[in-house]
């Protein structure tokens, strides 16, 4: 596996691979600190293609003023080796003056709408971070498909909308949530839990949980699914920032047709957690 830290050896990496044959070409973006959800997306990509860039970039665009990005985990040589283990190609790791060499980025990438809601109430900046930081990537590594996880459904939803008006020739693979033997969703950002915290933690999918049986037993209320949602979180001391029935494309509310997707967001100790299922086709 091979270690590129600058913008022109990854476009020159890209280009000698495809000349020697090794297409199509999957991406992998990421913010480090690899878990087991990261390494089912690097082996899914592995499955689609024969040569695999996983991007490593802790992206300050994408964090608000008040947020975790400077103690953020940046374990760098655990994550190589876990990439190297799972048959990675490349691992794009750049430094932020090269993704950013004159300052914060002064063109960004927004979906008015869609970066407003669910996640974008409380981080007005994330997803115009996220979305700006993902163009550039796809234009730097060119890649055919880019692999993401389902757990971020609303930046795999803003991802996919980005890809379509802005003719991005790129096929966004969702994969399923990778979670723990208790069900929480992994995440970098359990490594902030504590055992107490993580058991709290797991009240999310819990209650997640819950709604998908009442869904597949007929239910469609969305205040119904919501408030089962909400009470498993109450009786473990978890207040929700939001619980919401949506369409899973637009993230719009759901109001009976299209694909949905009942999404948490909530705060346990240091960590704000986000979790998701989807309900129906």
């Known amino acids: 596996m091979k270690v ?5 050896e990854m476009r020159a990496a890209v280009a000698a691979a495809r ?3 090794k297409a199509p070409v999957a991406l992998v973006p990421t913010m480090g600190a690899f878990h087991a959800g990261h390494r089912a997306l690097m082996r899914r990509a592995r499955e689609l293609a024969p040569w695999v860039v996983v991007s490593l970039f802790v992206n300050p665009l994408q964090f608000g003023p008040a947020e975790d990005y400077g103690r953020y985990p940046r374990p760098f040589d655990e994550d190589r080796a876990q990439a190297e283990a799972e048959g990675v190609d490349v691992l794009f790791a750049p430094p932020v003056e090269e993704m950013y060499p004159d300052g914060p980025s002064r063109t960004r990438v927004t979906i008015p709408g869609m970066s407003e809601v669910l996640c974008g109430r409380a981080r007005p900046t994330h997803f115009t971070g996220v979305l700006t930081v993902v163009a550039k990537l796809f234009n730097i590594v060119q890649p055919d498909l880019a692999v993401f996880g389902e757990k971020d459904g609303q930046q795999l939803a803003l991802i996919r909308r980005m890809v379509q008006d802005l003719n991005f020739p790129v096929q966004v693979v969702g994969h399923p949530t990778v979670r723990e033997a208790g069900g929480l969703a992994l995440s970098s950002r359990n490594r902030y839990l504590d055992a107490a915290e993580t058991e709290r933690a ?23 699914l919501v408030e089962l949602v909400v009470e498993t979180l109450a009786a473990a001391g978890v207040e929700p920032e939001y619980v919401e029935l949506v369409r899973s494309d637009t993230l719009e509310p759901w109001t009976g047709e299209g694909p949905a997707m009942l999404a948490v967001a909530a705060r346990v100790g240091a960590a704000r957690l986000i979790d998701n299922v989807r309900l129906g086709s």
């Open 4 to 8: 590129i830290r600058t913008v022109r």
């Open 19 to 21: 000349a020697a044959g």
């Open 202 to 224: 797991r009240s999310l999918y819990r209650g997640l949980s819950r709604a998908r049986a009442a869904w597949e037993a007929g239910e469609r209320d969305p205040a119904r």
